[in-house]
Structures are given as structure tokens and as C-alpha cells.
């Protein structure tokens, strides 16, 4: 796999000798032997592995027994179990009976903030059950399916080692480059310090020059510029395979994030990041299984980073070119704008056209277009964190207020937030192939690709509460009212009427109606010491709209429907049980007496 053997062989003892100092803050158990005290807390400045999750996730089901269940969806590509953490009152209604919004973190290997996202969603549900009304209101309702861990092998890997997968794929093999190998060129650890970062190599034609502003910096070397000290800069690591390219082909790159269906195209093309087909890996295909199995979710989000302007939150629907009806689009926008209002980027919103960012078409094989377009539900995917404008606690760095956020600035957050961590300064190295370069510069895993550890709790509070709203619009069906009156003899009717209380409507998505992915709301009776003289014992109600448009538009449709049966009492005590059921907007049930 390594042609240079011996010297890879050589920077891992470094590496190993010296220990991996870097990473150590921001994976180590900080000495503590439980990771969750007795009262629920969890330390947030460091980022945990599929195993301290698992032991999390346990010991929070173990504490809240009616609330929560850990269960297993799938295998890894490596074999290792996929964890699922369902949370909601059980005793009040079975999950599937709820409306569901499910969440993934970590589809992408080194994305590790939305894997610390859903963990602090779980937290936050269960230890605040009972105490805070929103969600305590929440956990009764609906039922969350959170899946911190989407991958675990790359996961797990990359924080134990310093460097990526490529695309943040699986552990997979993929030849990358095409050149008839896979994996065959990863980067190194040449200075042992537990990262990849980056080699400086002087070169009179090199594109590089030391910032003016910032002696850390490389900036872009001018056209017209001669005569000054210029470099060239490669990623930290040897020419494996001597093809004179430096790691081309590092371990992975099956990107599961492109491995679901739609849109795909040519393997070495288009999908060139997620061969060999579509749902090819097995946790792409444990998704499609758990999501086919589980139709009251309504709402599916993954977490991703990291963003950048114009890429802070996607959808899986589009903007007027693949038939995604206006209403749809309408509400998708809604729902982002609540977004921007709860992240402070508002601003940031008015500079984006469109906002949000529609997958359609260069989301190939995406899942938010496979929840939208195959499942009929609304599918979101954001950008955690980022290193540009668009991340709002970079906003006071901004030192030349041009709105941009140069490596400078960058620097500077690094400074005042965290004392200067996870920048390496630059030092000399005698390569084995490039002879004098110089090894430095930002960590890329805990500045520009997640929040450097002690600031992760920031940007976790931060992203949380749009998160709860989502699941504060959930379709809620209800029966609202049941009359009965007494004809003659021993004749009744019986009118029931079922509202939906939710914001959004029982078809969720006007495409599920379009493309008859949407279950109609139906009512059931079942009868005891009567019989039913007219109506059926199920009658198919419909969609039902939800609150979304009321207030907004004249002549609103109402959230209401309803169905009526004329009943035979034929003994006593003569009773009705009235069931209504929808897919993806719960159910519900009552006991009426014929008297
Ligand atoms: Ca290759
Ligand atoms: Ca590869
Ligand atoms: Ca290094
Ligand atoms: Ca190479
Ligand atoms: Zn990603």
C-alpha cells in the first residue's frame, strides 16, 4: 500500500514516540471516569468516539427507561453496529404512532460536530423532560429518531489519527485517482505531531508569499510580482507511489453522502466520489431500510460541515426547475427563514439568491432529494460551523470590516477564543523526497472543518433551537369533537371530527400528494353492542391542512374534517371506539357512549 515503507514506517513511530499532542484536547476523556455526571452533564469541549457515544446513549436510556431506547439499524462497512437513539413518551403513545424528525450526524468522516449536535439534542430532551415545558411538550408528541454516529469506521479513525478519508468517505478502498490502485497514497505525519497539515517548499516560481499582516499567513503571491521569497505548499506527506503527485489517494473515499438514488450518474464521472451504484454501502442502505420502515418520519435532516457562504443549509427540493410545486418551495422557505432568524443570519441570508441552496442537480445521489422526491417528506441538510463570514461568531474578528474572514482574522479568533491553538508553527523538515520544507499551519479538523473544542458548546447552542422548532411543526392529528344524537328508537349519529394542530399539513409535502406518496387521514369505529347503519367502519378523510397558512391568506382552508355514521344500538351499554390514523401526523383515539 505504501511504496515508501521505511519512511512511513519512520514518521509513525515519531508520531507514536512523541504522541499525538494535538489531537489529544480534543478527543481525550478529560480523567473523568463517567462521561456523564449523575446530573446529566457531559463535558462538550472535546469530541467523542461511536463507543463513548454508545456509552452515553446507554446510560441516558438507563436513566430514562420511558423515554429512550438505543437500538441497532444496521452494519458498518466494517462491521460494526450502527446506533439509532429513539426518544419519546412511550407511555402516552407507541413512536410510530407520533409524527417522527430524524437526525444524522457524522455522514461525512470528519464532520464531527453534527455527530455532537444530535448528542446534544439527546441530552437536552431527556435530561430537560419534566422540567422545561417546550421539552417535555416535545418528547410526549413526537417521537426523534437521532443517529449521532451515520458512519462510524472513517469516524472512529479520524479521531484516533491525523489524518482524513478521502471526501470524508468510508474506510471503503476506492482508487481515487484512477490509476488502478486504491488507497495507495494517504498523507503523512511527517513531524509526528498527531495532524496533517501543510508543507511550505521555496521556489522562486511558487504562488506563495508570507502575509504582510501576519507572519503565520501565506497569502497569494501577486501577477506582476518578482524578486521576493515565494513558495510552493503541498499537503503534509510523501509521494507514496512516485506518480510525483503527494497523497492523491488516501484510505477511502466512498462518499456516503452521494450514495443514495437520485440523480445518479456515470461511476466515473458524476459519481466519481460514490462508486460502484447507488445504496452500494451498507450504511446508506441501512438508512433507505430504517427510513422505508419508519413512514411517520415527516422531517429528515443530516449534519454536515462545514459551511461557507452560499452553502450554510440545503434542501432536497428545488427552485422552479424539477417540478417541486410552488407551495413546497414556499414552505422550505418558511422553514429557512426561521433558520436564519434562530443562527443570526438573517444578513447572511439576504446575500444568498436563493436561499436556501436547492439539491437537485449537482446533489447527485444526495439523500435530502431521496427524502423529498422518493419519501414525499421535507429533507435538509446543514453546513455546521464554517471558517467564512457566513459562521456569525467570526463576525467580531473581522478586523478590515469588509465581511470576509481572511486566514489573518482566522488567526485571530484562534488567539482570543483559544490561546492560539490548532495552528502549527511553521518548522524546518528535511524531506526525503523534497529536501528542505518547512511543516505548519492551521489544523484544518478543529478550525475550519469543526469549532476548535473549547468553542464547540457555542456553536451547539447556538444551532439547537431550530432544531426543536422543526419539531414544533410537526402535522398533529386530533379528534376535535364527537357528537352523538339520539334519532329515534335506537337509532344515533355519530359525527366525528378530526383537526390537525400542526403547522405543517398531514401530507406534509404537496409532491407526496402529486406523487401519491401521501396516506390519507382515515377514521376507523369499532363497535360494541351496536352496528353501523350508514358509513363505512373506515372512511378515508383526506389531507388535512395544517396552521401554516392561517393568518396569511383569505379564504384559508380549514383544518378541520369530518365523517358521520347513523348507528344501531343493540344492548346495553352500547360504545364506540373512534380511531383516527394518519401516516406521518400521529394518531389518535376516543370512547363514546351510544345514550
Ligand atoms: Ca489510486
Ligand atoms: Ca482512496
Ligand atoms: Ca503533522
Ligand atoms: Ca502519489
Ligand atoms: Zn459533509
Redesign the pocket.
Given at each position: 500500500m505504501f511504496a515508501n515503507r521505511k519512511i512511513f514506517i519512520l514518521s509513525l513511530c515519531i508520531a507514536l514516540l512523541l504522541g499525538a499532542t494535538l489531537l489529544a484536547d480534543a478527543v481525550a476523556d478529560s480523567g473523568k471516569k463517567e462521561l456523564i455526571s449523575p446530573k446529566g452533564n457531559i463535558d462538550w469541549a472535546r469530541y467523542y468516539n461511536s463507543e463513548e457515544m454508545l456509552k452515553i446513549m446507554k446510560e441516558l436510556e438507563r436513566r430514562y427507561p420511558k423515554l429512550a431506547r438505543v437500538y441497532v439499524i444496521g452494519k458498518s462497512y466494517l462491521g460494526k453496529d450502527l446506533h439509532l437513539m429513539e426518544i419519546t413518551n412511550r407511555e402516552i403513545k407507541p413512536a410510530l404512532s407520533k409524527p417522527a424528525l430524524y437526525i444524522d450526524g457524522n455522514m461525512h468522516t470528519g464532520e464531527q460536530t453534527g455527530a455532537m449536535l444530535t448528542l446534544y439534542m439527546i441530552r437536552h430532551l431527556l435530561t430537560n423532560y419534566g422540567k422545561d415545558e417546550q421539552a417535555t411538550r416535545l418528547v410526549d408528541n413526537c417521537t426523534f429518531y437521532l443517529r449521532p454516529k451515520y458512519e462510524v469506521d472513517a469516524a472512529d479513525w479520524w479521531l484516533a489519527n491525523p489524518g482524513d478519508t478521502d471526501y470524508g468517505g468510508s474506510v471503503h478502498p476506492r482508487?481515487?485517482?484512477l490509476?488502478g490502485?486504491?488507497d495507495?497514497d494517504p498523507a503523512d505525519d511527517l513531524n509526528g505531531d498527531g495532524q496533517i497539515t501543510r508543507m511550505r517548499i521555496k521556489d522562486p516560481n511558487g504562488e506563495w508569499k508570507i502575509s504582510e499582516k501576519d507572519s503565520r499567513v501565506l497569502v497569494r503571491r501577486e501577477e506582476h510580482e518578482l524578486g521576493g521569497t515565494y513558495y510552493r505548499i503541498l499537503s503534509e506527506g510523501i509521494d507514496n507511489d512516485g506518480d510525483g503527485r503527494f497523497n492523491e489517494?488516501g484510505i477511502g473515499g466512498i462518499n456516503l453522502g452521494n450514495n443514495f438514488t437520485w440523480g445518479w450518474g456515470n461511476r466515473n464521472a458524476e459519481q466519481i466520489q460514490s462508486s460502484p451504484y447507488a445504496l452500494s454501502e451498507p450504511e446508506t442502505q441501512a438508512t433507505v431500510k430504517f427510513w422505508m420502515a419508519h413512514p411517520n418520519i415527516y422531517q429528515a435532516i443530516d449534519l454536515h460541515t462545514s459551511g461557507y457562504m452560499k452553502a450554510v443549509l440545503y434542501f432536497g427540493g428545488d427552485h422552479g426547475k424539477e417540478g417541486t410545486p410552488a407551495s413546497d418551495l414556499a414552505l422550505y422557505k418558511h422553514l429557512a427563514a426561521a433558520y436564519a432568524k434562530f443562527t443570526h443570519r438573517e444578513e447572511i441570508m439576504m446575500r444568498m439568491e436563493p436561499f436556501p441552496t436547492s439539491i437537485w442537480k449537482h446533489g447527485r445521489g444526495d439523500p435530502e432529494p431521496f427524502n423529498y422526491y422518493y419519501m414525499g417528506i421535507l429533507g435538509w441538510c446543514e453546513e455546521l460551523w464554517g471558517s467564512d463570514y457566513s459562521n456569525p461568531f467570526l463576525w467580531k474578528y473581522d478586523k478590515d470590516g469588509d465581511k470576509k474572514i481572511s486566514q489573518e482574522e482566522l488567526l485571530g479568533f484562534l488567539d482570543a477564543e483559544v490561546g492560539g491553538r490548532w495552528f502549527v508553527a511553521w518548522k524546518p523538515f528535511n524531506h526525503p523526497q523534497l529536501g528542505p520544507v518547512e511543516i505548519g499551519g492551521l489544523v484544518r479538523k478543529f478550525t475550519t472543518q469543526n469549532p476548535p473544542p473549547k468553542f464547540l458548546e457555542k456553536e451547539l447552542k447556538l444551532k439547537l433551537p431550530w432544531y426543536l422548532y422543526l419539531a414544533e411543526v410537526a402535522p398533529q392529528v386530533t379528534i376535535k369533537e364527537t357528537k352523538v344524537t339520539h334519532l329515534d328508537g335506537n337509532a344515533f349519529s355519530l359525527k366525528v371530527t378530526v383537526e390537525n394542530q400542526g403547522f405543517l399539513p398531514t401530507n406534509v409535502t404537496e409532491w407526496a400528494i402529486k406523487m401519491g406518496l401521501a396516506k390519507p387521514v382515515a377514521v376507523k369505529i369499532s363497535l360494541k353492542n351496536a352496528l353501523i347503519l350508514e358509513g363505512k367502519e373506515k372512511i378515508r378523510l383526506g389531507h388535512i391542512p395544517g396552521n401554516q397558512l392561517r393568518g396569511r391568506r383569505e379564504g384559508f382552508p380549514d383544518n378541520k374534517l369530518s365523517a358521520s355514521w347513523i348507528l344501531k344500538k343493540t344492548g346495553k351499554n352500547a360504545e364506540v371506539v373512534v380511531e383516527v390514523i394518519s401516516e406521518k401526523a400521529g394518531t389518535d383515539h376516543k370512547k363514546v357512549l351510544l345514550k
Open positions: 482508487d481515487n485517482d490509476d490502485e486504491a495507495e489517494d
